[in-house]
């Protein structure tokens, strides 16, 4: 009878586990398009360049922080 | 009648989780968000350009957030 | 009889994490409307503009600051 | 009796490992994608050179990155 | 009967493990690749010449991180 009790005792770390990876994800996206919105002032003639580039990089983050949030899901 | 009671015993971490994935997403945003504004003021001829590319970039980390709060709520 | 008692045995974090929530949330509008006044005073004939672009990310940043304080509180 | 219960005793760390990963890939990607759309508005005829190298420089994180939420999931 | 129970009790640090691997993977890969892509910037007509560098050193840092990450999930 005891053990479906206990079966739950651990700390649920998943949840801390998105929080770490929602951390990551919008630091790194943060800091670039920081530097990307920047460089459009700079320099607003490659302004679409540099959007492209911003999203392609963001694109890169944004595609493992749903798999890693996925993973905190389902593992 | 030991089980429901003992069931509830781990510390409740979703609340953490939601708390770090805020401090996550406010931070990018707010970091993002203050150098768009910047250069709006350093470039004013391209604050409407400046302010599409804040609102993709923000948008990306607005994506994750919601889902990451999501699955706080029903993991 | 002891399964009520022992039921509020666990640590209540819904309100660690309310208090993280808001360090996330006003880390980020703090730090995107303090560039956003610096901005307008650097640039006065542009303020509108800048207001108009600090009241669009702020928003977004609320956004989710309501609804992950929503979940603290139903969750 | 015990022994399927006791068996969930310790914390499980996965989920702080994948956020950990996240943590590390996300500096990664955001500083380099951060110099890469300065240097891009730097040197605007350069630009595609730079974004090549970026993606480069990228997918290596981005590699073992998956492999490192892959061991996180199925170790 | 008791002691296949306590053999699982200890905290499993392997994914605490594979979360610092990919910390410190990730910072010095983001960090050498940031310096080479301002330099191709700063000197674009030894671009080619920097970004053989950049992906020997990144090289390098891919080569120990997949190692320690494979000592991470069968040690």
């Known amino acids: ?5 206990t079966a739950s005792l651990p ?8 929080g770490l990876v929602v ?3 919008g630091y790194g996206i943060g800091k670039l398009a920081a530097s990307a919105l920047e460089s459009m002032a700079r ?18 983050i944004e595609g493992f922080t749903f798999f890693a949030l996925l993973l905190c899901w389902i593992a």
């Open 1 to 5: 009878m005891a053990q479906e009790a």
């Open 11 to 18: 700390i649920a770390t998943n949840y801390l586990g998105i």
């Open 23 to 25: 951390i990551g994800a």
């Open 43 to 60: 320099q607003p003639e490659v302004a679409g360049n540099i959007q492209t580039a911003m999203i392609i990089a963001a694109a890169l």
